[in-house]
């Protein structure tokens, strides 16, 4: 599960966006060239024994497209064509990172960069250290705020913010009840549905809860998602740390456990 945990309605909202529903709503994407050659062996191996993630395909292009900003690489036509598992993935994704192999820590020059940059915006008396917590160090009334600085100071995005579970878990029922309603007095059901999906992208961007406990979870997430960038010294990067960002990256945004996966498990 990721740190921040999910709604109660989230296996709900995955089937609603498993049918396109949602998604379609929302962003109108097309999904990339690179996945629709992945998605056509969804169906061959969906009846078989192995082990596979069970996700949406769109769910996986959005952890793909984080990689891709994260690592600063593209993936070009059907090029993810061949991959069937996991382990494929990663060793394809490190294959593309053109950048000097070093043995440093990447979590340790992101957090002294992360540290850095609140010390230098927050009057904070006591020292910083991984295990402090984000809610001890920002306060609620200041603290879009202060993130906002800080992604603007690194120059990257952070994603640290969520709105409350109660908030997110109440347009959900609402727009599944509206889902139903649109097949019985459609007027009101798409009302509701509108109000729900705006309700939705307006919270995700007006929470203020943090998504991690401590720092150090933060700077995991920072890692996660501008490893490039968070990096010291540009151009670099340590290749055993990779798979596991990797891991986890796919853990966190499908809500997977991390038992789950391995190298042998089965994307789409």
Same mark, same amino acid.
């Given at each position: 599960?990721?740190r921040?945990?999910l709604p109660?309605?989230?296996?709900?909202?995955?089937s609603l966006l498993?049918?396109?529903?949602?998604?379609a709503?929302?962003?109108?994407t097309?999904?990339?060239?690179?996945?629709?050659a992945?998605?056509?062996?969804?169906e061959?191996?969906?009846?078989n024994?192995?082990k596979?993630?069970?996700?949406?395909?769109?769910?996986?292009?959005?952890?793909?497209?984080l990689?891709?900003?994260?690592y600063?690489?593209?993936?070009?036509?059907?090029?993810l064509g061949?991959i069937?598992?996991?382990?494929?993935?990663t060793?394809?994704i490190i294959?593309k990172i053109?950048l000097?192999s070093?043995?440093?820590c990447?979590?340790?020059?992101?957090?002294y960069k992360?540290?850095?940059?609140?010390?230098?915006?927050?009057d904070?008396k006591?020292?910083?250290?991984p295990?402090?917590?984000?809610?001890d160090?920002?306060?609620?009334?200041?603290?879009? &705020?202060?993130? /906002?600085?800080?992604e603007?100071?690194l *120059? @990257?995005?952070? #994603?640290a913010l969520?709105p409350?579970?109660? %908030?997110?878990n109440?347009?959900l029922?609402?727009?599944?009840?509206?889902?139903?309603?649109?097949f019985?007095?459609?007027?009101f059901?798409?009302?509701g549905f509108?109000f729900?999906i705006?309700?939705?992208w307006?919270?995700q961007?007006?929470?203020t809860e943090?998504?991690?406990?401590?720092?150090?979870?933060?700077?995991?997430?920072?890692?996660?998602?501008?490893?490039?960038?968070s990096?010291?010294q540009?151009?670099?990067?340590?290749?055993?740390e990779?798979?596991? &960002?990797?891991e /986890?990256?796919?853990v966190?945004?499908? *809500? @997977?456990?991390? #038992?789950?996966?391995?190298k042998d498990t089965? %994307?789409?």
């Amino acid at each position: 599960m990721p740190r921040d945990g999910l709604p109660i309605t989230h296996k709900l909202l995955t089937s609603l966006l498993n049918v396109g529903i949602i998604r379609a709503s929302i962003s109108g994407t097309p999904c990339s060239p690179a996945l629709v050659a992945m998605r056509s062996k969804r169906e061959k191996i969906m009846n078989n024994q192995e082990k596979h993630l069970g996700s949406v395909p769109e769910d996986i292009e959005d952890v793909l497209r984080l990689i891709e900003k994260s690592y600063d690489i593209k993936f070009e036509g059907n090029e993810l064509g061949h991959i069937r598992t996991f382990g494929q993935l990663t060793n394809h994704i490190i294959s593309k990172i053109k950048l000097e192999s070093k043995s440093d820590c990447t979590d340790q020059q992101a957090f002294y960069k992360l540290r850095t940059v609140i010390e230098t915006i927050k009057d904070h008396k006591k020292r910083i250290e991984p295990k402090a917590q984000l809610t001890d160090i920002f306060p609620r009334r200041t603290r879009r &705020k202060d993130i /906002k600085e800080i992604e603007k100071r690194l *120059g @990257l995005n952070l #994603k640290a913010l969520r709105p409350r579970h109660i %908030i997110t878990n109440s347009l959900l029922i609402i727009l599944l009840a509206s889902i139903v309603v649109l097949f019985i007095k459609w007027q009101f059901g798409l009302a509701g549905f509108l109000f729900s999906i705006g309700g939705l992208w307006i919270s995700q961007r007006m929470g203020t809860e943090f998504k991690d406990r401590t720092l150090g979870e933060l700077t995991d997430r920072m890692t996660q998602l501008n490893y490039v960038k968070s990096r010291r010294q540009s151009g670099t990067m340590n290749i055993k740390e990779i798979q596991n &960002k990797i891991e /986890k990256l796919f853990v966190d945004n499908l *809500g @997977l456990d991390e #038992k789950t996966i391995d190298k042998d498990t089965v %994307i789409i």
